[in-house]
C-alpha cells in the first residue's frame, strides 16, 4: 500500500469517526440525563424517610448527578475508542454543566445559592468524573483484554 493510499484511509477513519461522535455523544447526554434522574428519584425516596429532607436535598442531588458523570464516562468508553472516549466524556460533561447552570440561572433565587467559588468548584467536578468514568472504562476494557487473551 502506497503512503497516499495509508493517508486516505487514515483521513476517512478520522472523518467517520468525528460523524460518530455527533451521534453518540447525544447519546451519550441523554443517558447521564436519565440515569441522574433515576438516582434522583431513589435519593428523593431516601430523603424523605429522613427526619429533615430538606437538609438532605443539595448533598443527595449532587451525589445523583456525580453517578449519572460516573456513568456518562463509562457509557463513553465502551462506545468508543481512547481519544474519542476522552473527548465524548468532556463534551458530553461539558453540555450537562452548562444545562444545570442555564437551568439554575433561571429557577434558583440568588440568595439562596453557593458562594461562586463553591459553585464552580462543584460544577467543574462534573467534569472531572465523567473523565475519570472514561478512565475506569478504559481500564477494565483492558483488564477484559488480557483476560481474554490469558484464556486462548
Do not use: N, Q, W
Amino acid at each position: 500500500m502506497s503512503k497516499i493510499s495509508k493517508h486516505r484511509h487514515y483521513s476517512d477513519k478520522r472523518a467517520a469517526s468525528k460523524s460518530s461522535l455527533i451521534v453518540k455523544v447525544p447519546i451519550v447526554l441523554l443517558l447521564m440525563i436519565l440515569s441522574g434522574l433515576s438516582f434522583l428519584a431513589v435519593a428523593t425516596l431516601f430523603a424523605l424517610r429522613a427526619p429533615f429532607p430538606l437538609s438532605l436535598t443539595r448533598s443527595l442531588s449532587l451525589v445523583a448527578l456525580y453517578i449519572a458523570a460516573l456513568i456518562g464516562g463509562l457509557v463513553s468508553a465502551f462506545k468508543f475508542d481512547r481519544p474519542e472516549s476522552y473527548l465524548c466524556a468532556l463534551i458530553s460533561s461539558a453540555v450537562l454543566t452548562l444545562m444545570i447552570l442555564l437551568m439554575k440561572s433561571i429557577t434558583e433565587k440568588p440568595e439562596a445559592s453557593l458562594s461562586v467559588g463553591l459553585s464552580i468548584v462543584l460544577h467543574v467536578m462534573i467534569v472531572a468524573i465523567c473523565l475519570a468514568g472514561a478512565k475506569t472504562g478504559e481500564r477494565i476494557i483492558a483488564a477484559r483484554s488480557r483476560r481474554h487473551k490469558t484464556r486462548r
